[in-house]
Antibody, heavy 124, light 106 residues
Framework: QITLKESGPTVVKPTQTLTLTCTFS??????????VGWIRQPPGKALEWLAF???????RFSPSLKSKLSISKDTSKNQVVLTLTNMDPVDTATYFC????????????????WGPGTPVTVSS | DIQMTQSPSSVSASVGDRVTITCQAS??????LAWYQQKPGKAPKLLIY???TLQSGVPSRFSASGSGTDFSLTISSLQPEDFAAYYC?????????FGGGTTVDI
């Protein structure tokens, strides 16, 4: 059974760096074809893809946010860490991590399992 | 970036109604499209991938079709638990992009 859960601060100040951790179970990021992504959702708004990391440490980022994002994995802890620098009130959102679906052995860019999300408010 | 345009943005319906939501991509995405359902305060749930393939465990009253730039999601007989927001997502090209969402309410 695949589960994911996000953790991190609920409030950060403008210009600070936000670090979010996704702790997962039911799969391993050492297995070929596996990936974990991050998506956010501002209050009352649509979903926005941020980044993901693959089993082979390949990474992809949203171009509009690439300069402030970094992503890493700790396979021994079954965790993926997302970092956003220079936080701004517009970054206020619920942040989700999600597992990338694998169909007939091929990695896809659909998100088939999601964590419950963690709300982050950027405010001084 | 590929823009995903959903319509309508909201729809009011009753239990038993047939509801159809559309999603239009700004470029050809072949069949690389997913549909998600999201209830208030919850994470999205994958309903459909590959434009028309039902995810395991999703009721058969949900169906979807389309390819290229035009896609649709249909709920054949709306149930009380289907009142939620629905999002499409293209998985053909980076950056991955979502539609603006459609809220189905009573």
């Amino acid at each position: 059974q695949i589960t994911l859960k996000e953790s991190g601060p609920t409030v950060v100040k403008p210009t600070q760096t936000l670090t979010l951790t996704c702790t997962f179970s039911g799969f391993s990021l050492t297995t070929t074809g596996v990936g974990v992504g991050w998506i956010r959702q501002p209050p009352g708004k649509a979903l926005e893809w941020l980044a993901f990391i693959y089993w082979d440490d390949d990474k992809r980022f949203s171009p509009s946010l690439k300069s402030k994002l970094s992503i890493s994995k700790d396979t021994s802890k079954n965790q993926v860490v997302l970092t956003l620098t220079n936080m701004d009130p517009v970054d206020t959102a619920t942040y989700f991590c999600a597992h990338l679906g694998v169909i007939r052995g091929a990695v896809t860019h659909y998100f088939d399992y999601w964590g419950p999300g963690t709300p982050v408010t950027v405010s001084s | 970036d590929i823009q995903m345009t959903q319509s309508p943005s909201s729809v009011s319906a009753s239990v038993g109604d047939r509801v159809t939501i559309t999603c239009q991509a700004s470029q050809d995405i072949r069949s690389w499209l997913a549909w998600y359902q999201q209830k208030p305060g919850k994470a999205p749930k994958l309903l459909i991938y590959g434009a028309s393939t039902l995810q395991s465990g999703v009721p058969s009253r949900f169906s979807a079709s389309g390819s290229g730039t035009d896609f649709s999601l249909t709920i054949s007989s709306l149930q009380p638990e289907d009142f939620a927001a629905y999002y499409c997502q293209q998985a053909d090209r980076f950056p991955l992009t979502f539609g603006g969402g459609t809220t189905v309410d009573i």
